[in-house]
C-alpha cells in the first residue's frame, strides 16, 4: 500500500529566502505527483502535477521536481512571502481508480514578514 | 479558477438527526470525490463516483451514502450524525482522463455536538 511521507511537518522562515519542501513515497509505480495548497479552514488547490514521465514543473515561483526510482518530490518556492503561508500537500497517484490518490499530512509553512 | 461549490460551509447539529451536505460543479467532470480530514491529518477518501449511477465507497469506513443522479451533483447524506462524524468534510473533482488535476470546493466543517 502506496504511503506518503512529508518532511518537515512545520517550517517558518524569513521572508525572502527560497526553501525546499520534501515528499517522498514507497510505491515508485504512480502515474503522477501533485502539489497542493491549502489555507486554514479551506479545500485544497493543486499547483503543480508532475506526471510519471517528467522530471519537474514550474509555475512562477513555484518549481517541483519528480524522482521515481528514489521515491521523492520536492516543491521549491523561490523568493518567499508572507502570502506563501499554507499547508501544502503532496498526493501520489498510483492509478488503479479514484483511491489511487494517496495524500501526506502536509508540512506548515510559515513566512514571517 | 475552479467552479465546485459545498453548502453549508459550516454546520452544527445535534446527534441523531440527518444531513445532507451539498456538493455541485461546473466544470463538466466526470469524476468526483468525498474526503474527510481532520486537523493535521491527510485526507482519506470515503466516496468517489466515475460518472451518472455510478458511486464507489473510498479506503475510509463510512456510515454516509452518496447519490450520483445527474453529473454536476455529488451530495453525501449522513442518516443519524454522531458525534464521531465531527471533522471536514471535501468534495473534489477531476476530468476523466489520467493526469487530471484535481479540484476541489471550500470544504464543510461538521460539528455533531
Known amino acids: 500500500k502506496q504511503e506518503v511521507t512529508q518532511i518537515p511537518a512545520a517550517l517558518s522562515v524569513p521572508e525572502g529566502e527560497n526553501l525546499v519542501l520534501n515528499c517522498s513515497f514507497t510505491?515508485?509505480?504512480?502515474?503522477?505527483l501533485q502539489w497542493f495548497r491549502q489555507d486554514p479552514g479551506k479545500g485544497l488547490t493543486s499547483l503543480l502535477l508532475i506526471q510519471s514521465s517528467q522530471r519537474e514543473q514550474t509555475s512562477g515561483r513555484l518549481n517541483a521536481s519528480l524522482d521515481k526510482s528514489s521515491g521523492r518530490s520536492t516543491l521549491y518556492i523561490a523568493a518567499s512571502q508572507p502570502g506563501d503561508s499554507a499547508t501544502y500537500l503532496c498526493a501520489a497517484d498510483s492509478g488503479g481508480g479514484a483511491d489511487g490518490l494517496t495524500f501526506g499530512k502536509g508540512t506548515h509553512l510559515i513566512i514571517q514578514p | 479558477e475552479a467552479d465546485i461549490y459545498q453548502t453549508p460551509r459550516y454546520l452544527v447539529i445535534g446527534t441523531g438527526k440527518k444531513i445532507t451536505l451539498e456538493c455541485s460543479q461546473t466544470m463538466g467532470h466526470d469524476k468526483m470525490y468525498w474526503y474527510q480530514q481532520d486537523p493535521g491529518m491527510e485526507l482519506h477518501l470515503i466516496h468517489y463516483s466515475y460518472g451518472v449511477n455510478s458511486t464507489e465507497k473510498g479506503d475510509l469506513s463510512s456510515e454516509s451514502t452518496v447519490s450520483r443522479i445527474r453529473t454536476e451533483h455529488f451530495p453525501l447524506t449522513l442518516e443519524s450524525a454522531r458525534p464521531s462524524h465531527t471533522s471536514q468534510y471535501l468534495c473534489?473533482?477531476?476530468?476523466?482522463?489520467?493526469?487530471?488535476?484535481?479540484?476541489f470546493g471550500s470544504g464543510t466543517q461538521l460539528s455533531v455536538l
Open positions: 473534489a473533482s477531476s476530468a476523466y482522463a489520467t493526469n487530471e488535476k484535481l479540484f
Open positions: 510505491d515508485s509505480a504512480i502515474y503522477n
